[in-house]
């Protein structure tokens, strides 16, 4: 159980376009997602934190209106990274915490990620 | 404001060796949650272990021990008779519970397991 997969697991797109990656809770409802970007050979930097049927919450120097998230469902998330430059090319990590378990956040689980390529 | 640190960035040790990664944590609250995750080439995380600040019990699992001291604010990783399998980078993370539920990590430690 607890699985979270993300789509598609690589992508590579011209400079300008815009891509959306999906993530999703395969086998639970999540309330409240992850976004995280990790470039090669770095840690993991959180993005923004995603609540079901409300605005993202960004992490500072985050452009929200580059990098747009919707969370429409409580198993789905997407970011939407627009305008892709070579810049943006990184891996993208979801996770996402269960509905019902309040603040707690020891219960948050983590895609395989998506590695995006932008030439 | 919540930082977690691993000084160690890369780790080589020949197999069958004993193996610790350092990890300390800065955090306010009194409340707050220790993870380590493993990432391997895949780059998929691998959850490992969580420990929250209420339980400063040591844990070990098969190889795998984790050393929890809040006295000296570290929450460090022993994996003993290390396998060429092994090789990965490791996180060391933290959440605190009026974050919101944010995990912030730690930059990482690449460890090599040389056979």
Redesign the interface.
């Known amino acids: 159980g607890a699985v979270v997969s993300q789509h598609p697991s690589w992508v590579i797109c011209k400079s300008g376009t815009s891509v959306k990656i999906e993530c999703r809770s395969l086998d639970f409802q999540a309330t409240?997602m992850?976004w995280y970007r990790q470039f090669p050979?770095?840690?993991?930097?959180?993005m923004a934190?995603s609540n079901e049927g409300s605005k993202a919450?960004y992490e500072q120097g985050v452009e929200k209106d580059k990098f747009l998230i919707n969370h429409a469902s409580l198993t789905l998330s997407t970011l939407t990274v627009t305008s892709a430059h070579p810049e943006d090319s990184s891996?993208y990590?979801c996770?996402a915490?269960p509905t019902g378990l309040g603040?707690?956040?020891?219960e948050?689980?983590?895609g395989?990620?998506t590695?995006l390529t932008v030439t | 404001a919540q930082k977690v640190t691993q000084a160690q960035t890369e780790i080589s040790v020949v197999e069958k060796e004993d193996v610790t990664l350092d990890c300390v944590y800065e955090t306010r609250d009194t409340t707050y949650y220790l993870f380590w995750y493993k990432q391997p080439p895949s780059g998929e995380l691998v959850f490992l272990i969580r420990r929250n600040s209420f339980d400063e019990q040591n844990e070990i699992s098969g190889r795998y021990s984790w050393n929890f001291q809040k006295s000296t604010s570290s929450f460090n990783f022993t994996i003993t008779a290390s396998q060429v399998v092994d090789s990965a980078v490791y996180f060391c993370a933290l959440s605190e519970e009026g974050s919101a539920s944010k995990i912030i990590f730690g930059s990482g430690t690449r460890l090599s397991i040389r056979p």
Do not use: A, D, E, H
């Not at chain 1, 050979?41 to 959180?46: A, D, G, N, T």
């Not at chain 1, 603040?103 to 020891?106: E, F, H, K, S």
């Open positions: 409240t992850f050979k770095q840690s993991l930097m959180l934190t919450t891996f990590i996770s915490s603040p707690l956040v020891y948050q689980y983590f395989p990620g590695r």
